[in-house]
């Protein structure tokens, strides 16, 4: 079973440009979930997605982040403008249902905004 | 809100010697407390979901144990392989039934 994959590894770009981040689940998970770590602090929720619906989104910082998934598949996460405070990794993770089999994450996205 | 607290930040053992880690937590009405390994660069990792007070889950050596405030993972006769960062985190049901609240980690370093 392949797992969740995360596009791009890396993302370096400057304050005020845009930014979106790929996330493929697992194939068949229904819940899909965005999480961030900012440096020195824990990772947070930012939203949870169950199939193409947006099932919480209250972790979400502002209105320049807008998640999408595209007919309950991969996920899109954009960021316009990005801000300096937007730097961190950003973490994907699918499930099949609720966590009964713990979520499996993806590596993750480094963004730093410069 | 729900609060996770990991101690200690960082662990230095030696091999083969045991030790455990806490996770303190809380939450209205926890549905499930988890741990997570995380290696440099990657994503966390699911090792153990416990539900309920008095609940143990186990798997080589590793093992979990939860009380009503807290958790712990207890690391018997640990090897160079299992340094990596342990999280705990936590889902209180609710209107946030998906979501995880996370400690900040446990740095484990296990010297040979």
């Known amino acids: 079973e392949a797992g969740v994959t995360q596009f791009p590894s890396h993302s370096v770009i400057e304050k005020g440009q845009t930014v979106t981040l790929r996330c493929d689940p697992i194939s068949g998970h229904d819940n899909l979930y965005w999480y961030r770590r900012v440096m020195g602090k824990e990772i947070k929720f930012l939203l949870h997605f169950v199939k193409e619906s947006k099932q919480d989104e209250s972790g979400m910082p502002n209105n320049r982040f807008l998640a999408e998934r595209t007919g309950g598949t991969y996920s899109t996460l954009k960021v316009q403008p990005a801000e300096l405070e937007d730097s961190g990794v950003y973490f994907c993770?699918?499930?099949?249902?609720?966590?009964?089999?713990?979520?499996?994450f993806g590596s993750g996205t480094r963004l730093t905004v410069v | 809100e729900d609060q996770v607290t990991q101690s200690p930040e960082a662990l230095r053992l030696q091999e083969g010697e045991s030790s455990s880690l806490n996770c303190s937590y809380t939450v209205s009405g926890l549905r499930g407390l988890f741990w997570y390994r995380q290696d440099p660069g990657k994503g966390p990792e699911f090792l153990f979901t416990l539900y309920s007070a008095g609940e143990e889950k186990e798997k080589e050596r590793l093992k979990a144990t939860l009380t009503k405030k807290e958790s712990f993972l207890h690391i018997t006769a640990p090897k160079p392989e299992d340094s990596a960062t342990y999280l705990c985190a936590v889902n209180a049901g609710g209107t946030s039934y998906g979501k995880l609240t996370f400690g900040q980690g446990t740095i484990l370093t296990v010297h040979p």
């Open positions: 993770a699918s499930s099949r249902g609720l966590f009964f089999d713990g979520y499996t």
